[in-house]
Nanobody, 121 residues
Framework: EVQLAESGGGLVQAGGSLRLSCAVSRSTSNDYVIAWFRQAPGKEREGISCLTTIDGNTYYADSVKGRFTISSDNNKNTVYLQMTNLKPEDTANYYC??????????????WGKGTLVTVSS
């Protein structure tokens, strides 16, 4: 069992930065994949970044590569998403997710409730 809680969303202007946090609590010692997804109103949920804890590899969607950075602090049991050069099209609910497979949507077994990021022009 894994529990996830996102925080750090808010309203920012285009070009600004924001850091999202995902507090991770688990009852097993499995090496989980931790991923960030986002979903804008009326659109599909989109995978934007992923961290494989077993080897520390990171992955990014083309839409955010070079602007977003995923990282983890194991001592704090927290995964971060540093977002820079934000654009209005980044506006969405951002979700933290965890699974024991790959970084795809169907690999995710646990989800946070989301945190809203709004980027104004």
């Amino acid at each position: 069992e894994v529990q996830l809680a996102e925080s750090g969303g808010g309203l920012v202007q285009a070009g600004g930065s924001l850091r999202l946090s995902c507090a991770v609590s688990r009852s097993t010692s499995n090496d989980y994949v931790i991923a960030w997804f986002r979903q804008a109103p009326g659109k599909e949920r989109e995978g934007i970044s992923c961290l494989t804890t077993i080897d520390g590899n990171t992955y990014y969607a083309d839409s955010v590569k070079g602007r977003f950075t995923i990282s983890s602090d194991n001592n704090k049991n927290t995964v971060y998403l540093q977002m820079t050069n934000l654009k209005p099209e980044d506006t969405a609910n951002y979700y933290c997710a965890a699974g024991v497979g790959l970084c795809r949507y169907d690999d995710m077994d646990y989800w946070g409730k989301g945190t809203l990021v709004t980027v104004s022009s």
